[in-house]
T-cell receptor
Framework: GAGVSQSPRYKVAKRGQDVALRCDPI?????LFWYQQALGQGPEFLTY????????KSGLPSDRFFAERPEGSVSTLKIQRTQQEDSAVYLC?????????????FGPGTRLLVL | KNQVEQSPQSLIILEGKNCTLQ??????????LRWYKQDTGRGPVSLTI?????NTKSNGRYTATLDADTKQSSLHITASQLSDSASYIC???????????????FGGGTRVLVKP
């Protein structure tokens, strides 16, 4: 079956522009995570959804970052007024159940470059 | 300070040779430790998973070890192939979501380049 997909794969934005990144998790997966990965670093947690509920958004770096999953499947990460420091790969992952011990399946990521 | 430290940051090996990657962690208590492989331009893929009571786990040419007393894990790659060129990330899952939030703790990764 299909894995986690993300779109777009690459995004170039001018500083100050708003962007929206999409994640299609594996069908039926309850949990969805967003991560930010800087070049040469491991992923950093941004936010977590259980179905449509955003249970943890403690990793979002500022109020310019907003995530939603209105129907408990597709999720969108929105970044308003992008800054150069937002340049990174944004990874989405999903897992079958809500336990943190469950295997997370990652998408290919969206590489964002803010000029 | 990151609670999961990996070494080396990068290494180059010749095809067919073996190598060992290290992971030191301070996350405690933890429920499991995973090694992920991340190819360039791809998301991480789970290679091995070990609970705190397991010492070793193999997946083909990949063998992970865990010493919970010294809080160290290693990933050994045997008879390396060109396709092993990737980043390898050590990830620790905390036991308590309440204490640690919904955060897996990722190491910074080791970038492996296998040359012919």
């Amino acid at each position: 079956g299909a894995g986690v997909s993300q779109s777009p794969r690459y995004k170039v934005a001018k500083r100050g522009q708003d962007v929206a990144l999409r994640c299609d998790p594996i069908s039926g997966h309850v949990s969805l995570f967003w991560y930010q990965q800087a070049l040469g670093q491991g992923p950093e947690f941004l936010t977590y959804f259980q179905n449509e509920a955003q249970l943890d958004k403690s990793g979002l770096p500022s109020d310019r970052f907003f995530a939603e999953r209105p129907e408990g499947s597709v999720s969108t990460l929105k970044i308003q007024r992008t800054q150069q420091e937002d340049s990174a790969v944004y990874l989405c992952a999903s897992s079958t159940r809500s336990a943190l011990q469950e295997t997370q399946y990652f998408g290919p990521g969206t590489r964002l470059l803010v000029l | 300070k990151n609670q999961v430290e990996q070494s080396p940051q990068s290494l180059i090996i010749l095809e067919g040779k073996n190598c060992t990657l290290q992971c030191n962690y301070t996350v405690s208590p933890f429920s499991n430790l995973r090694w992920y492989k991340q190819d360039t331009g791809r998301g991480p893929v789970s290679l091995t998973i070990m609970t705190f009571s397991e010492n070793t786990k193999s997946n083909g040419r990949y063998t992970a070890t865990l010493d919970a007393d010294t809080k160290q894990s290693s990933l050994h790659i045997t008879a390396s192939q060109l396709s092993d060129s990737a980043s390898y990330i050590c990830v620790v899952t905390p036991t308590s979501v309440k204490a640690a939030g919904n955060k897996l703790t990722f190491g910074g990764g080791t970038r492996v380049l296998v040359k012919p």
